[in-house]
């Protein structure tokens, strides 16, 4: 009953709400049923996606990926962590403690000096003596900027004007300064007038260092380099400003120090030339790098050195040694027409440069004759140029006698005093050849090491010739020819050295360019390689002493004479010697360490006037101490970068005259070409390389095809 009376009580009230709803084909019946029926119809929309979704499983992302892809992300995101602190402490160190002239920066202890006073006429590059410095860490910072070219007059003239008035106040000496600084503010006032530019100029050096030792030597060195010529700046620190000064050092940002001075064009221009100063620049020298720092070439002549013309090259396996000495030999003969270019390796690695220079190639082996007893005119100008008493013939034989101490050593056996009775028969093989002090006869023909063993089988049949007094000295004549007999076999037919003991067979006094390829002896060590190595020096030696030109010996992995002390004993009067006659030897070697076995070999080492390290693991305190280098030097040698393709160049510290510069070695397309080259692989492109348009001839391990001792092959 009450439900059905609730019904009768709620159909009015609809039916009058229907009523009073404006007709549908009415504007405001189609506004209002149109609005509904969007909202209707957005509802029911809604409705469906929620129930869509009710019913849809819930789905995590990370459960459709594989566990790879989830690892490779999370390797992803720490690599970015990485980067973004490394950038930040690139940026930024993370904390700073500040002292009153200095500030402990990260790792490092720094103080940054400011220059308060520049010279009045600044020259071009003023700033490269502090660019040579390359035991020293140390940032440059110069902001400059344009003055308003109508203020920039006014400016200079108050500043003149205020000069001149302090002139005339003072009574004193100084007076006499202030005009003349008076006179100068003056004409820089006339010269802004006729449109020089101005600006305002200030620079700040950050000097660095591992410890407060290394910084405070570090900086004096910085301020000697500031306040000589060709600087003349006056630095100073920034006394409980290093937190300003340091700012306004920033590679970026605004100068907050505020030290700056008023100077014109010119004078920046000079300071922007500093970094581009060439360090070193002679003429008729060659570039053997470009500065790590400056960018700008080193270039120079070893034969103006005034203490030698030898160089000694070191670095790892893989360093660039071999590829920097063949560049600078390139362009050493290049660069020098008149050069006589010789390469003495054991290892066959010069084959490109051979080829591409077209020189002689001459490969040394077991059946090549080569006679350590040859001698050969001396040109009349040498002769001339030597004293009165001089003696040809008792130098060559001494090289002999050299050469067959050095073969006893090796041996490991004892001459002793026999070695008188072996100087008795290679003065009788000399004399016997009709070849005197008198220097005419030394073209006549040389005697061999086979001529000797034939006197000293005469010796002991009949020693009573050779003797001077006592017949005593017979007997032992007797024995020791027997002794000598029986060590010098090996240089007979068939022995193992018999190749030197006939004449030998092939002459290097008509090339230009010849390359002694050892590497028929495999790259053993000492024995017969080193007594071929002692032999071909002392070939070039004598070369070097006939000629008037400029003679360049490269001997590549020269730890194959350091084995010897015999041999280095003559070889260190080659050395002493090799200034007289325009001789520079290029060492090239993996260690140091055969350098400091025998003290010949250090008077060797001595001797080299251009050091140049590659990157060289075994460079620590004690070798460095040994070569005058210091912390940084020994560092930059550890940590050189090593000659690769994808880097471009390798990197080196070179030595001249005592002074170190770090350098990049970089080679052009065709040097690159030239020095890469393999004749076993590349043989079709040799038409290509730098100078194959002369024939170069290559001599293999027998006399045939070998030119005469007069150079006419025939």
Known sequence: MRSAVGQIAILPAVQDALSSLPPIVSPEGVFVYGVGGVLVLITIANLVTWYRGWQAENVVLADLLDEEMLDAGAAEEELFDDIAARQ????????????????????????????????????????????????????????????????????????????????????????????????????A??????????????????????????????????????????????????????????????????????????????????????????????????????????????????????????????????????????????????????????????????????????????????????????????????????????????????????????????????????????????????????????VSTHDRESPTVRDMLDILEEMSDAPEPFVVRADAEGEKLADDAVWLLDQLRPFTEGGQFENLGRASEFDIRDEKLIYLDLVQQGGNLGGHTSLLMELLISLVYERAKETDKRVVLVVDEARYLMSDAATLSYLETIFRHHRHHDLSIRLITQTVDEFFQWPEAEMILDQCAIKQFHKLDGMDEEWANEFGLNYAQMRYVQDAIPGNEQEGYSQALLGVDGEWRGMEIQALPKEKQVIDFDPTEDASEVSALIGAGTESETTEGTAEGLPLPDGSGE
């Open 88 to 187: 930040q402490s690139t940026m930024a160190p993370a904390a700073i403690e500040w002292e009153t002239r200095a500030a402990r920066v990260g790792e490092d202890w720094t103080t940054t000096l400011y220059i308060a006073g520049y010279p009045d006429y600044p020259s071009d590059g003023y700033l490269s003596g502090l660019f040579e410095l390359t035991d020293i860490r140390f940032d440059l910072t110069a902001h400059i900027n344009p003055k308003n070219r109508a203020q920039a007059p006014g400016s200079l003239q108050r500043t003149a004007d205020d000069i001149q008035v302090d002139a005339q106040l003072e009574q004193t000496v100084r007076s006499f300064y202030l005009r003349e600084r008076a006179e100068e503010a003056t004409a």
């Open 189 to 438: 006032y006339k010269a802004a007038e006729n449109g020089r530019r101005v600006f305002d100029q200030g620079l700040y050096v950050t000097v660095r260092g591992e410890t407060r030792e290394e910084l405070r030597d570090s900086v004096q060195e910085v301020r000697d380099a500031l306040r000589e010529q060709p600087a003349g700046l006056k630095p100073k620190t920034a006394v409980c400003t290093q937190d300003l000064a340091l700012q306004s050092a920033a590679p970026f940002g605004p100068d907050v120090f505020e030290r700056d001075a008023i100077v014109l064009d010119g004078a920046v221009g000079a300071l922007l030339a500093s970094p581009h100063n060439p360090n070193i620049l002679e003429e008729g020298g060659v570039e053997f790098g470009i500065h790590k720092d400056t960018r700008s070439p080193l270039v120079f002549d070893p034969f103006a050195r005034e203490d030698g013309y030898t160089m000694f090259t070191v670095g790892d396996p893989g360093s660039g040694k071999s590829f920097g000495a063949k560049q600078n030999f390139i362009r050493t003969i290049e660069q020098d027409p008149d050069c006589i270019g010789v390469v003495l390796e054991p290892l066959n690695n010069w084959n490109g440069v051979n080829e591409a220079l077209g020189g002689q190639r001459i490969t040394v082996g077991g059946t090549m004759g080569l006679n350590p007893l040859e001698i050969k005119p001396t040109p009349e100008r040498v002769l001339r140029s030597r004293g009165e008493d001089a003696s040809q013939l008792k130098e060559r034989r001494e090289r002999a006698i050299s050469f067959f101490t050095n073969f006893f050593a090796l041996r490991d056996v004892t001459l002793g005093d026999r070695r008188t009775t072996l100087e008795l028969a290679l003065d009788e093989a000399y004399e016997r050849k009709g070849i005197t002090e008198d």
